[in-house]
């Protein structure tokens, strides 16, 4: 599959003001941060869940906490795919019972890596609620869920590949439109 | 060759490097998962395996069956002993009965060498070699990798010596191939009546001293007298068996300083280990045993799911 670059959609100024206005969602949608704790999905929700923290914590001078969700091993294709995607660890560290969790995702597309990512959760222990943050919704659900807090919201067509790129991992900050040129 | 693309896992010496490796890094989650609150994924809903043992035992059979029920795998043993083996049913006939019940893999362990190859040319499921014979026990050999690895960091290097009954241990053969992959100085120490003929022709070093052999090393890897192997004469008494080659305290202190004892269990204590060296601060008996279902798990992980249609051999 190769995939040619059409264009940029967020550079790095309005990544940067998408966390800080999804940062003020989480606060005032819990009236504060005391119980709030944000789980980034692997990979890219990882280092997006720490921004949003180190975001949250400029605002309220409070840090949540904040863990690594690996949702592999809960995926709904496993059968389908000709091989085994390779499985990380979950890296949360804290007691998630009673907390209010906000999931942290690059890109919200068919909502099943969300149904994979409540049912890790759930197997953690009991949050009292679960929240979602995406930086890019981009439509084309294929399960009955919404993200409550969008960082831009892209009408899409299913040629079209959305990446989201972080410093950590890809050594620049973007998002990008990417359509699939060969099949 | 890529592990997802194999049927059957029946011995680590023709494996590679990289295989080993995916299957030692996916065991580290898999071992988070097993000191979890809620222990099982549902990675394997759907899938079916069952364990077949003709010899006995206790951590390899329950490891498996445990490693499969966190994964959410329906796991099935078939007691050999209560079977309609004893009514004389062929090994061939037994393998298609399980296999038309719809299982997707078999581990099987059986005292003949080459029984899991034979298995796994005359079925569609996936068979994992769990213990033919003298030849090869892999996923022991995987868990003493892991084991390893996890204490010390890295396998590169390492000074390993293997001591014990090395003419009957699949355990030592298995884990000669995989710790060589590596890097490892392997060194194998014991009677010469149960020294095998060439061993050194596999790259290790021979000793019928334990003491030169435990010289300087980073690892000591005990292994079980196995009295079901014996045959008369090997060595004098267990006793004598004792006094030349028991893993001692006075023994353990040729060794690095922060030597890590391992044994497969079971354990003879006071034959081939001193109860001092087993519970000891050196000792990674136990953690084998937990990191033994992580391997498991890992494997069955990375063999059970997805499509078959890639599938060599």
């Known amino acids: 599959m190769e995939l040619q670059e059409k264009k940029v959609l967020m550079d790095e100024v309005a990544i940067k003001r998408a966390i800080t206005r999804i940062a003020h969602e989480i606060i005032e949608r819990n009236k504060g941060v005391e119980k709030v704790a944000l789980i980034g999905i692997r990979r890219r929700g990882g280092p997006l869940a720490v921004r949003l923290a180190e975001r949250i914590e400029e605002i309220e001078g409070i840090k949540v906490p904040v863990g690594i969700l690996d949702i592999t091993l809960y995926r709904d294709d496993l059968t389908t795919l000709a091989s085994q995607p390779q499985v990380h660890r979950t890296e949360v560290f804290f007691n998630i019972n009673d907390m209010n969790i906000v999931l942290v995702d690059d890109v919200m597309y068919t909502g099943r890596t969300i149904r994979a990512a409540m049912d890790a959760l759930i197997d953690l222990g009991r949050p009292r609620t679960i929240q979602l943050a995406v930086l890019v919704d981009r439509g084309h659900r294929e399960l009955p869920v919404k993200a409550d807090f969008i960082g831009k919201n892209v009408p899409t067509s299913k040629t079209e590949v959305i990446s989201v790129l972080v410093k950590e991992i890809d050594g620049r900050e973007e998002v990008i439109i990417q359509e699939i040129i060969d099949q | ?313």
């Open chain 2, 1 to 313: 060759m890529k592990l997802e693309q194999r049927k059957d896992l029946l011995g680590i010496r023709d494996m590679s490097r990289e295989e080993l490796e995916l299957i030692l890094d996916t065991a580290i989650p898999m071992k988070d998962i097993i000191k979890r609150d809620v222990k099982k994924v549902p990675a394997l809903r759907g899938k079916a395996m069952v364990t077949v043992f003709y010899e006995n035992s206790t951590r390899t059979r329950t490891s498996f069956e445990i490693a499969g029920k966190y994964l959410s795998a329906d796991t099935v043993n078939l007691a050999v002993a209560t079977s309609s083996v004893q009514k004389g049913e062929s090994l061939r006939d037994t393998i298609k009965t399980i296999e038309v019940m719809g299982f997707d893999l078999m581990v099987i362990r059986h005292a003949m060498t080459g029984t899991a190859h034979y298995v796994a040319r005359n079925t569609n499921m996936r068979v994992i070699n769990a213990g033919d014979g003298t030849n090869e026990h892999p996923t022991q050999a995987l868990l003493d990798m892991y084991s390893i690895r996890e204490k010390k960091g890295t396998l590169e290097g390492l000074k390993v010596a293997i001591v014990g009954d090395i003419l009957h241990s699949r355990v030592a053969r298995s884990n000669i191939y995989g710790l060589s992959k590596f890097g490892c100085e392997i060194r194998v120490a014991g009677p010469s009546t149960l020294m095998p003929p060439e061993i050194e022709k596999l790259g290790v070093k021979s000793y019928y001293s334990l003491d030169q052999a435990l010289d300087g090393v980073d690892v000591i890897n005990v292994l079980r007298i196995q009295k079901e192997r014996q045959q008369s004469g090997l060595f004098p008494s267990l006793d004598e068996y004792a006094n030349l080659y028991m893993l001692s305290p006075d023994r353990l202190l040729r060794a690095k300083d922060d030597v890590l004892v391992l044994h497969p269990g079971p354990m003879n204590r006071g034959v081939e280990i001193s109860s001092q060296v087993a519970d000891g601060v050196q000792s990674v008996i136990n953690e084998q045993v937990t990191n033994g279902v992580a391997v498991r798990m890992a494997l069955l992980f990375l063999m059970m799911g997805g499509s078959r249609d890639e599938i060599t051999n």
